[in-house]
């Protein structure tokens, strides 16, 4: 990922390449910008649901506080978030991602979904 300066965010996006398949690019989120949500929430909660594929349950921003996780889409491609990496979560149809916790036994995290037809901000890479 490339550097990015104090006024964005790094961000990972990922998103249906294909009605059955997902793909992931990296990029920024412009930070002092308005973000259309309703509400957020946090999750601390670790189980197997994380090695079996999944898609996303709604389009919607990850915000990780603690854990370092590696994800996995149809491909096989990898990617790693941790604080610091904001995943947009756009893979709503099809087989989906996996991810495993690489760095302790924690991911504490806030999930923060986007009002339907609102823009997620994202700048590819």
Known sequence: MEEHNTSSLKAIRLYNSSETE???ETGIIA???KIDVSYFFG???VDDYEKVPHP?????YVVTLKGKLRFKVSDGST????PGIILIAEDTLGAGH???IIDGDQWERIYIPLNAGNDNHFTKD
């Open 22 to 24: 997902c793909a992931f």
């Open 31 to 33: 930070t002092q910008i």
């Open 43 to 45: 999750q601390t909660k």
């Open 56 to 60: 996303a349950p709604r389009k919607q």
């Open 79 to 82: 990617f790693i978030v941790e």
């Open 98 to 100: 996996s991810w495993e």
